[in-house]
């Protein structure tokens, strides 16, 4: 599975994002898909993650009811819209597949490359 995320860029404060990450493969429905995001220096740190089928999902404390991860699996797509953004939601943020288990705590197996998001006050 190859992952490529897009949809990054700058926005001020208040503003909204849209990000994608578009997989190839046959299988795309069989993933849990999830977004982590990494600011230099720091560890990366999980955002959302969505179920194959897209009946669960779960957010980080720090984006609650501000982002929304949905997914196509028509279009082998996952989403994250980002609304209300604040300067600390800037970071590079990557999208990771995962075959095994609904969790954003064990390991990965694809990842994407990663897009920028900042967010000016």
């Known amino acids: 599975v190859q992952l490529q995320a897009s949809g990054g860029g700058l926005v001020q404060a208040g503003g909204s994002l849209r990000l994608s990450c578009a997989a190839s493969?046959?299988?795309?429905?069989?993933?849990?898909m999830s977004w982590f995001r990494q600011v230099p220096g720091k560890e990366r740190e999980f955002v959302a993650i969505i179920s194959g089928r897209g009946y669960s999902t779960d957010y980080a404390d720090s984006v609650k009811g501000r982002f929304t991860i949905s997914r196509d699996n028509a279009k082998n797509t996952v989403y994250l819209q980002m609304n209300t953004l604040k300067p600390e939601d800037t970071a590079v943020y990557y999208c990771?597949?995962?075959?095994?288990?609904?969790?954003?705590?064990?390991?990965?197996?694809?990842w994407g490359q990663g897009t920028q998001v900042t967010v000016s006050s």
């Open positions: 990771a597949a995962r075959s095994g288990s609904y969790s954003y705590k064990s390991n990965y197996d694809y």
């Open positions: 493969g046959r299988t795309f429905s069989s993933y849990v």
